[in-house]
């Protein structure tokens, strides 16, 4: 289970209070080494958080015996990190929040080209340039379906990956 990321952000402020508002959470300031930082908590059980850093923000290993470190001089642009946000509002609401900030939010269906959606998402482009995939209650129940051993084991006839 994730219980928490880190992305970053061009307003890391304003970020972690839109994804708050999406999870139906609460905004803090992030308690950490690095400034202007704050955190969108969900106030579910499994203590599940987005931590917001400034774009310039990249973190590095730590050197010799020390902690992973920030560096303040990172180059912000889109990657390949994204993930799948269940949060417990419909998607009108998801798609009223992404209009409102104006950050792409359109839905789609995701599964192998050709072939009948397996799931569906909501992708809401944080600042237009970070995807987190949106799950309502009822997405997530397509999800889950989807991705256990039972269905991955038949879907692949029981190989996995070598």
């Known amino acids: 289970m994730i219980h928490h990321v880190s992305i970053s952000a061009r307003d890391p402020k304003h970020v972690a209070d839109v994804l708050a508002e999406v999870m139906k959470g609460r905004a803090y300031p992030f308690p950490g080494s690095v400034a202007d930082s704050f955190m969108a908590?969900?106030?579910?059980?499994?203590?599940?958080?987005?931590?917001?850093?400034?774009?310039?923000?990249?973190?590095?290993?730590?050197?010799?015996?020390?902690?992973?470190?920030?560096?303040?001089?990172?180059?912000?642009?889109?990657?390949?990190?994204?993930?799948?946000?269940?949060?417990?509002?419909?998607?009108?609401?998801?798609?009223?929040?992404?209009?409102?900030?104006?950050?792409?939010?359109?839905?789609?269906?995701?599964?192998?080209?050709?072939?009948?959606?397996?799931?569906?998402?909501?992708e809401f482009w944080v600042e237009n340039r970070l995807m987190i995939e949106v799950a309502t209650p009822d997405m997530l129940a397509e999800y889950t379906r989807m991705l256990n051993y039972e269905a991955l084991d038949s879907h692949f006839g029981g190989r996995a990956a070598a």
């Open 41 to 122: 908590v969900s106030g579910d059980d499994h203590g599940s958080m987005i931590e917001v850093y400034p774009e310039t923000v990249t973190l590095l290993p730590g050197q010799d015996d020390g902690q992973v470190r920030a560096d303040h001089k990172a180059k912000a642009g889109y990657g390949p990190f994204h993930m799948l946000l269940s949060v417990p509002v419909d998607r009108a609401t998801v798609e009223r929040i992404g209009e409102r900030e104006g950050w792409r939010t359109r839905y789609f269906g995701r599964g192998a080209p050709g072939q009948p959606p397996a799931f569906h998402v909501i």
